[in-house]
């Protein structure tokens, strides 16, 4: 059964840190992409960063230079370091996996969500 297991959301003051984990089990299918979303009420769900199987990496304008997306590839685990929070960062943020199906292409899995909540 695949699982994406999300912790490290919370609350905290404008300025702070978070650290966000997601662990991805169950799958036997390669890897193309593990990344975070967030969503905010009101609000439809964006792109955070996202790292390749490669390495490379994306982010959202606005957290760029204060987030960073890591992966710990043989643990199948992706970290999202955010720093110098903002109250517009205040959003639940899911974990996504992207993987390669042999015949059926890729497909995303998705975690439950994690609450992230800046206060001013």
């Known amino acids: 059964q695949v699982q994406l297991v999300e912790s490290g959301g919370g609350l905290v003051q404008a300025g702070g840190s978070l650290r966000l984990a997601c662990v991805f089990s169950g799958s036997t299918f390669s890897i193309n992409a593990m990344g975070w979303y967030r969503q905010a009420p009101g609000k439809q769900r964006e792109l955070v960063a996202v790292i390749t199987s490669s390495g490379s990496t994306n982010y959202l304008d606005s957290v760029k230079g204060r987030f960073t997306i890591t992966r710990d590839t043989p643990k199948n685990t992706v970290y999202l370091q955010m720093n110098s929070l903002k109250p517009e960062d205040t959003a639940v943020y899911y974990c996504?996996?992207?993987?390669?199906?042999?015949?059926?292409?890729?497909?995303?899995?998705w975690g439950q969500g994690t609450q992230v909540t800046v206060s001013s």
């Open positions: 996504n996996t992207n993987v390669q199906r042999p015949i059926r292409g890729a497909y995303d899995y």
